[in-house]
C-alpha cells in the first residue's frame, strides 16, 4: 500500500493523515517538535500511521504533503524528497510569513518558491483553498451533482494527475490550472479560496483572480 510522508501536523496535515488512513493509505507524519508530540495524533490514526522526523517522513513516503509554515519552506528536507511529487499546500500570509517582496509584487508564488528549493522534485499545488475539517466532510461520490472542486497546479503533468487521483478519492473533483505560475490563482483572498464550488464555479473564480490584493 502506498505511503504518504507528511511534513506538517498541523490542522491541514493532521486532517490529510485522517482521511489517507481511512482510505487505507499508510501515513507517517511529522512535524518540527519531534515524533514524541504527535503520540496522541498516531494513537487516535492508528496502526497505519506512525510519527517520524521530516526527513524520515520524506524518506518513508511514496510522495509527500508538506504543510508548514510558509517561512519556514527553506527548511523543508530537500534530499530525501528528490524524484517524488510534493503536494504542496502553502499560502502566503504576510502577517504570520513576514513580507515577500517577489509575493507582494506578483513576481512569484509560494509553490514556485518551494519548487526552486525542491529542485529535484516534482511540487504540485494542493489542498489550499479548503477548510481543514472540510477535507474529511464534504467529499462525495464521483459524479454527485454539485460536488466540491478542488485545484491543482504543477509543472509536472503527472504530478497534478496524482493530485487530481487522490481529491477523486477524498470526495473532489479537480480543476488543474496549469503551472505553477498560475497558482496564486486559488491563494488566500482571491474568489476561490476557502468557498465551496464545484467545478464550472471554480473554473469562473480561477479566470476573474486578481494577480494582487
Known amino acids: 500500500m502506498t505511503t504518504i510522508g507528511i511534513i506538517g501536523a498541523g490542522h491541514i496535515g493532521s486532517q490529510v493523515a485522517r482521511k489517507a488512513v481511512e482510505l487505507g493509505y499508510n501515513v507517517v507524519i511529522s512535524n ?3 515524533p514524541e508530540t504527535l503520540a496522541g495524533l498516531v494513537a487516535e490514526l492508528g496502526p497505519k500511521a506512525r510519527a517520524a522526523t521530516p526527513a524520515e517522513a520524506a524518506a518513508a513516503g511514496d510522495f509527500a504533503v508538506v504543510t508548514v509554515p510558509f ?5 523543508l528536507p530537500a534530499e ?5 511529487v510534493v503536494i504542496d499546500t502553502n499560502n502566503y500570509y504576510w502577517e504570520r510569513d513576514d513580507r515577500i517582496p517577489a509575493l507582494d509584487a506578483g513576481e512569484a508564488t509560494t509553490s514556485g518558491l518551494v519548487q526552486e528549493h525542491l529542485a ?3 511540487v504540485a499545488k494542493g489542498f489550499n483553498h479548503i477548510r481543514a ?11 454527485t451533482p454539485g460536488r466540491r472542486a478542488l485545484a491543482t497546479a504543477s509543472d509536472f503533468p503527472e504530478a497534478a494527475e496524482l493530485v487530481a487521483r487522490l481529491y ?4 473532489f473533483d479537480t480543476v488543474n490550472i496549469g503551472p505553477l505560475a498560475e497558482s496564486w490563482r486559488v491563494e488566500r483572498d482571491r474568489p476561490a479560496y476557502v468557498i465551496r464550488q464545484d467545478a464550472a464555479e471554480l473554473k469562473a473564480s480561477i479566470a476573474k483572480a486578481p494577480r494582487t490584493v
Open 32 to 34: 518540527s517538535r519531534g
Open 71 to 75: 517561512r519556514k519552506y527553506r527548511e
Open 80 to 84: 530525501p524528497l528528490a524524484g517524488k
Open 120 to 122: 529535484q522534485s516534482k
Open 133 to 143: 475539517r472540510e477535507i474529511t466532510t464534504d467529499g462525495l461520490p464521483s459524479g
Open 168 to 171: 477523486d478519492e477524498f470526495g
